[in-house]
């Protein structure tokens, strides 16, 4: 693969250029955070054939900041039982993580700033995936730590199934990424882009393929599992457990309050806009412009690829809202079952098979027809293995011989476990009419006295 610019143009650039990148990616985050909550709300509305938000501004777009304004002027209330330190940085915690992980997002190409030509990108390292990956895995502390130092059950509750839940679909999440690495031989999120530009001609280890340049379309397995892992991974619905109103009041963050529920509330947002400019970057070409718009010499010079990126991420943001507003909440089993019995195990017989073709296709001693052979031959023998697989795990299992009944409605003995009836029969219902039996005035001898 073709890899991009030499990472030597970055960390060349001002301070207050530095400076000024800065600001300006934390209030693109934002801004895109009470957009994104603005977004959501009007397309569940539309949905559920409702109006939405329509009073705050024009089509009710400051509705998002008059509840932010409403969250900072709240009473903020600490439990008694709660750790302080730990309960106050928590939320903080996760907030940072979640901006940290947009520093390597870039946004477009090189453009001139005020005269200095720079990057549209505040930095690039040899392995800037691997830093959105650290980021979101520290995330992971604040909402642990948020439910462990509230001193309650709930939040205690949806701390720890956070934990089970971020780190298993980290795991998938990773898995996915790794075809990437394969393909473009980078980890650099900016020579990843580079790598996804052309006209629908790949070079794959020196062989020529027609094939579509986006990563997404030509690794599709990796770009459906990463999104689904980055679902779960940003807690949101079907597979927001950690939250679960119904089960566990708000979870983690169910004693937090004021500016610290904002925190917790900013950070789920930030991270669904950072896993969706990583999935971008990674799968949907980055900021280059799609087809046929890439057909104009203009689309991916000067700021117009920063429209291209933004609308990438809003497409994506969609398809969480669109989950929310149609899928039904999972059971804790499934969705755990999901992730390491469905997920990872796909993911890896996936990574299987690419390095297997890409390895036939490196091959000097075979022609183009037989290393299209030996591709198409590895893609069945994965599928082979992965149903083979499927097909074990839901064999018939032998039913285990129960112990019998004891005749006193028992099972094992008199002090063992109540047999429940075997004739499934419904006790009466508290709720239904009784029928009065008149009975006979019981004599009390005081009548003869």
């Not at 777009?61 to 304004?69: E, F, I, N, R, V």
């Amino acid at each position: 693969m073709i890899l991009a610019e030499n990472l030597d143009q970055f960390g060349k650039d001002p301070w207050w250029l530095v400076l000024a990148k800065v600001v300006v990616i934390f209030a693109f985050l934002v801004v895109m955070t009470l957009f994104a909550i603005w977004y959501e709300r009007k397309v569940v509305a539309r949905m559920q054939v409702r109006p939405g938000p329509n009073r705050n501004g024009p089509f009710g777009l400051l509705q998002s900041l008059a509840d932010g304004l409403k969250l900072a002027f709240k009473e903020d209330i600490m439990p008694r039982l709660a750790d302080k330190v730990v309960f106050f940085f928590a939320p903080v915690i996760s907030t940072i993580c979640a901006f940290t992980a947009f520093s390597v997002i870039p946004f477009g190409p090189t453009v001139s700033i005020f005269g200095t030509h720079s990057p549209l990108q505040l930095t690039d390292i040899p392995v800037a995936v691997l830093l959105v990956l650290a980021c979101s895995s520290m995330g992971i502390y604040g909402v642990v730590l948020g439910g462990w130092a509230s001193g309650s059950t709930y939040p205690l509750l949806g701390g720890l199934r956070s934990s089970a839940q971020m780190i298993s679909y980290e795991v998938a999440m990773g898995l996915s990424i790794v075809s990437v690495f394969l393909v473009s031989g980078t980890m650099s999120t900016s020579q990843i882009v580079e790598g996804q530009a052309g006209n629908g001609t790949v070079d794959i280890g020196g062989w020529q393929a027609d094939l579509p340049a986006w990563y997404g379309i030509l690794l599709l397995p990796s770009f459906l599992i990463y999104f689904t892992a980055a679902v779960g991974e940003t807690n949101r619905a079907p597979f927001d457990l950690p939250e679960a109103e119904s089960e566990l009041v708000g979870g983690f963050h169910t004693e937090y309050s004021s500016l610290k529920f904002a925190l917790f509330f900013l950070a789920e947002y930030v991270n669904m806009v950072t896993v969706s400019g990583l999935c971008a970057t990674l799968f949907l070409g980055g900021w280059r412009a799609p087809w046929p718009i890439s057909l104009w010499d203009g689309a991916n010079q000067g700021w117009w690829p920063v429209l291209w990126f933004t609308i990438k991420v809003l497409l994506l943001l969609f398809v969480f809202v669109w989950l929310r507003g149609t899928l039904p909440r999972l059971r804790y089993d499934q969705f755990m079952r999901f992730g390491w019995k469905v997920l990872i195990p796909a993911n890896l017989i996936w990574i299987l098979s690419l390095a297997g073709i890409l390895l036939t296709i490196d091959s000097d001693n075979l022609s183009s027809l037989g290393k299209f052979g030996v591709s198409v031959a590895i893609i069945v023998a994965a599928l082979a293995l992965g149903l083979t697989a499927i097909a074990l795990s839901r064999r018939n299992v032998t039913a285990v011989e129960m112990p019998k009944a004891h005749p006193g409605g028992r099972v094992g003995g008199d002090k063992g476990f109540p047999l429940p009836p075997l004739n499934l029969e419904v006790p009466p219902s508290p709720r239904a009419k009784r029928v009065i039996v008149e009975r006979e005035p019981v004599s009390t001898g005081k009548e003869n006295a």
